[in-house]
């Protein structure tokens, strides 16, 4: 029998969790980050792939997996990129009312933890995951959190997770030029621990205020000037993140850009910035890493 978002409040405790980390473009740019909510011992909802956190509601945008499954995958070994993939997809269970969608391709590491994930790519989370000193400093912010090497999306960010995760209490994880985490009991719980480490990296680093994201068609006037000052060979070479990979393309850079390649133009710009700032330095993805991204089949990183 299908899943009836009806009869239970996962759905709108997932869509209250994806508006509140969906409408902030500090926090979430074009179809990054995603959120997740534990309906039951096996049963998860989670954002689709390709879907946008703001624009997820109670009866769309999401997929329902049986999380139990994955989550023993991914203990006895989740195997590769492709094969994994398929055994996310394979876990989709009906929703009655809701368009059937692809999981996210992170859904295997929300799996592993508290019952409520809310994973962005904070701004001032990613000056600390995409700098070299980055991680030491926010072990002396954060001397709970847990901090991790780069992992490509997918199987290689599962097991990593899984060495660590916590199926149970608060836990915040800084995934090193990706993202943050944050895990709870509950909604509210969640989202008041992203906020918090959030407010306190702000606060402690002393970062300026977040730059207005402007409509626009092509290039905004505050991404185009940033482009002039990086230069575009710059922003091609040096890759920063899956992000960066996926949207910033020689045409997005060259001025076919839309609302998504603008939003992560506009945090890469701040994250550049603000380490300039700072007196750190950036630690950009290898070659390999980004190559690594052409090779995958699942989510919104192969290129669909």
Same mark, same amino acid.
């Not at 205020?209 to 060979?233: D, I, T």
């Not at 330095?281 to 290129?303: C, H, I, N, Q």
């Given at each position: 029998?299908?899943?009836? %978002?009806?009869?239970?409040?996962?759905?709108?405790?997932?869509?209250?969790?994806?508006?509140?980390?969906?409408?902030?473009?500090?926090?979430?740019?074009?179809?990054?980050?995603?959120?997740?909510?534990?309906?039951?011992?096996?049963?998860?909802?989670?954002?689709?792939?390709? #879907?946008?956190?703001?624009?997820?509601?109670?009866?769309?945008?999401?997929?329902?997996?049986? $999380?139990?499954?994955?989550?023993?995958?991914?203990?006895?070994?989740?195997?590769?990129? #492709?094969?994994?993939?398929?055994?996310?997809?394979?876990?989709?269970?009906?929703?009655?009312?809701?368009?059937?969608?692809?999981?996210?391709?992170?859904?295997?590491?929300?799996?592993?933890?508290?019952?409520?994930?809310?994973?962005?790519?904070?701004?001032?989370?990613?000056?600390?995951?995409?700098?070299?000193?980055?991680?030491?400093?926010?072990?002396?912010?954060?001397?709970?959190?847990?901090?991790?090497?780069?992992?490509?999306?997918? %199987?290689?960010?599962?097991?990593?997770?899984?060495?660590?995760?916590?199926?149970?209490?608060?836990?915040?994880?800084?995934?090193?030029?990706?993202?943050?985490?944050?895990?709870?009991?509950?909604?509210?719980?969640?989202?008041?621990?992203?906020?918090?480490?959030?407010?306190?990296?702000?606060?402690?680093?002393?970062?300026?205020?977040?730059?207005?994201?402007?409509?626009?068609?092509?290039?905004?006037?505050?991404?185009?000037?940033?482009?002039?000052? $990086?230069?575009?060979?710059?922003?091609?070479?040096?890759?920063?993140?899956?992000?960066?990979?996926?949207?910033?393309?020689?045409?997005?850079?060259?001025?076919?850009?839309?609302?998504?390649?603008?939003?992560?133009?506009?945090?890469?710009? $701040?994250?550049?910035?603000?380490?300039?700032?700072?007196?750190?330095?950036?630690?950009?993805?290898?070659?390999?890493?980004?190559?690594?991204?052409?090779?995958?089949?699942?989510?919104? $990183?192969?290129?669909?």
């Amino acid at each position: 029998m299908p899943f009836d %978002p009806s009869l239970d409040n996962g759905p709108e405790l997932l869509a209250r969790a994806a508006r509140a980390a969906g409408a902030r473009p500090d926090l979430t740019q074009g179809g990054g980050g995603n959120v997740s909510v534990k309906v039951g011992a096996e049963l998860m909802l989670v954002k689709a792939s390709g #879907s946008q956190l703001k624009d997820l509601t109670p009866t769309s945008g999401y997929a329902l997996v049986n $999380y139990g499954n994955i989550k023993r995958r991914i203990c006895a070994g989740p195997g590769g990129e #492709s094969e994994f993939s398929d055994y996310i997809c394979a876990q989709a269970r009906p929703v009655k009312g809701v368009k059937p969608a692809p999981p996210s391709i992170e859904t295997g590491f929300h799996a592993l933890l508290n019952t409520l994930v809310v994973h962005t790519h904070s701004v001032y989370a990613n000056i600390l995951n995409m700098s070299a000193e980055g991680h030491a400093l926010g072990r002396k912010l954060f001397p709970n959190a847990e901090f991790l090497s780069y992992k490509a999306p997918g %199987p290689q960010l599962c097991t990593a997770v899984n060495e660590r995760a916590l199926p149970r209490g608060p836990q915040v994880f800084f995934l090193a030029n990706h993202g943050l985490v944050a895990a709870h009991a509950g909604v509210e719980g969640a989202l008041e621990l992203n906020e918090r480490v959030n407010e306190t990296i702000r606060r402690q680093l002393r970062l300026p205020a977040y730059p207005a994201v402007e409509p626009a068609r092509g290039l905004s006037a505050h991404n185009a000037s940033a482009l002039a000052r $990086y230069g575009r060979a710059f922003m091609l070479e040096n890759v920063l993140s899956p992000d960066q990979a996926l949207y910033c393309s020689p045409e997005a850079l060259d001025g076919r850009a839309g609302p998504a390649e603008n939003e992560v133009l506009t945090a890469l710009f $701040y994250i550049l910035d603000c380490m300039a700032g700072l007196k750190l330095t950036p630690r950009f993805l290898t070659r390999s890493e980004v190559a690594y991204f052409d090779t995958m089949k699942s989510g919104r $990183y192969s290129r669909k």
